[in-house]
C-alpha cells in the first residue's frame, strides 16, 4: 500500500461549517473556498504514513484519547498564513470557552504523544509548542496575494464541543473530497 498523507484533527460541524462560509461569503471573493464537509481544526500533522502503521497509529490514539474531556470552542476572529500582505491560506480562529481551558491543549499533546511513541517526528517548526488553532476556510486562488478588504475585521461566530478526534488522509488530487476520515475517537463530554 502507498503512503498515504495523515493528520489528526476535529471535524467542523456541518452546519456550523455552511453557516461559517456564509458568513465570510463576501470576503473570500477571489479565494478557492472549502467545502463545509472540508473544514476542521488540524491538531498534529503526522505526514506520509505506510498502509502498515495506521493500525497501529489507531491503536496508540485510541490509549492516549481515552477518558479525555472534550474542548468547547469557539471561533473569535480572522488570520492569514503567512501573514495579511502575502496570504495563502485564509483562517478562522479558534479559542476555548471560558471554564474549559486546558482541554484543547491536552487533546493536542495526547494525539502528538501517540504518533511519537511509534516514530513520528514533526518537521521543523511543525508540532512543537503550543497549537495556533484554526479552521482554514479558503486559499489563494493562485500566487499568495494580500487578503481581500474585510477579511481581517471579519468576525465569524459559531461554537461547538468537540466531541471526537478524526484521523484524516489529505487527498489533495481529489477537490470533491479533499480529506477522507479513517476513525474516529470520543472525547467525554463534561458540563463546564
Same mark, same amino acid.
Given at each position: 500500500?502507498? +503512503?498515504?498523507?495523515?493528520?489528526?484533527?476535529?471535524?467542523? /460541524?456541518? +452546519? $456550523?461549517?455552511?453557516?461559517? $462560509?456564509?458568513?465570510?461569503?463576501?470576503?473570500?471573493?477571489? !479565494?478557492?473556498?472549502?467545502?463545509?464537509?472540508?473544514?476542521?481544526? !488540524?491538531?498534529?500533522?503526522?505526514?506520509?504514513?505506510s498502509g502498515d502503521q495506521i493500525a497501529d497509529l489507531k491503536g496508540a490514539v485510541q490509549e492516549e484519547l481515552r477518558g479525555l474531556p472534550a474542548p468547547d470552542l469557539h471561533l473569535n476572529g480572522t488570520g492569514a498564513f /503567512?501573514?495579511?500582505?502575502?496570504?495563502r491560506a485564509l483562517w478562522a480562529r479558534v479559542e476555548e470557552a471560558d471554564g474549559t481551558y486546558g482541554r484543547l491543549e491536552a487533546v493536542v499533546e495526547?494525539?502528538?504523544?501517540?504518533?511519537?511513541?511509534?516514530?513520528?517526528?514533526?518537521?521543523?517548526?511543525?508540532?512543537?509548542?503550543? $497549537?495556533?488553532a484554526h479552521v482554514t476556510v479558503a486559499r489563494s486562488g493562485g500566487p499568495a496575494a494580500p487578503l481581500t478588504p474585510g477579511f481581517e475585521v471579519a468576525q465569524p461566530r459559531g461554537a461547538w464541543i468537540a466531541q471526537d478526534v478524526a484521523l484524516f488522509e489529505s487527498t489533495p488530487d481529489h477537490p470533491e473530497q479533499r480529506y477522507v476520515v479513517h476513525a474516529t475517537w470520543p472525547l467525554v463530554v463534561r458540563p463546564g
Open positions: 500500500m502507498a +503512503d498515504v498523507r495523515l493528520f489528526l484533527g476535529f471535524r467542523v /460541524p456541518l +452546519d $456550523l461549517a455552511e453557516n461559517v $462560509l456564509d458568513q465570510l461569503g463576501g470576503v473570500l471573493e477571489g !479565494t478557492r473556498v472549502y467545502a463545509p464537509g472540508d473544514l476542521h481544526v !488540524t491538531l498534529a500533522f503526522l505526514g506520509a504514513w /503567512p501573514d495579511s500582505s502575502s496570504a495526547r494525539c502528538r504523544q501517540a504518533a511519537r511513541c511509534l516514530g513520528w517526528r514533526p518537521k521543523r517548526g511543525e508540532g512543537r509548542g503550543p $497549537l495556533r
